[in-house]
């Protein structure tokens, strides 16, 4: 039951990370754009964390799949928060971990999601 709540509440956080990326709106996108993404770079971004969502949901039925997405979602969040690192946001003081801080707490949640799921399998 724990695996499933998870997945659900990393699925909906993943796809509203996702969906705005996906369509180029929001201070994320205008975030990513202030650091040289392109938009196919953001959009894909967004593909991933979109598709994670799905996974994650459709595996719920499909454990491995859920695990591969949570998988998937740990790598894309541990990417995001070394960008950040990178770019010198936890050095910027309060509003730089504000931006940055949730990547490395969601990679964790990611990651303890993972865990879950293959312990239910």
Same mark, same amino acid.
């Given at each position: 039951m724990t695996a499933i709540i998870? $997945?659900?509440?990393?699925?909906?956080? $993943? %796809?509203g990370a996702g969906i705005p990326?996906?369509?180029l709106k929001g201070t994320p996108?205008?975030? &990513?754009? *202030? +650091?040289?993404f392109t938009d196919t770079q953001i959009r894909l971004i967004g593909g991933a964390e979109a598709a994670a969502a799905v996974g994650l949901l459709i *595996?719920?039925?499909v454990p491995w799949l859920g695990a591969a997405a949570?998988? *998937?979602?740990?790598?894309l969040l541990l990417t995001a928060t070394g #960008? +950040?690192?990178r770019w010198g946001d936890y050095g910027r003081g309060r509003a730089g971990v504000i931006e940055?801080?949730?990547a490395l707490i &969601?990679?964790? #949640?990611? %990651?303890?999601t993972l865990g879950f799921v293959i312990g239910q399998t």
């Open positions: 998870l $997945s659900i509440v990393l699925a909906l956080i $993943s %796809a990326k996906l369509i996108v205008d975030n &990513l754009r *202030g +650091h040289a *595996g719920i039925a949570a998988a *998937g979602m740990t790598i #960008f +950040h690192v940055s801080l949730p &969601l990679a964790v #949640f990611a %990651a303890v």
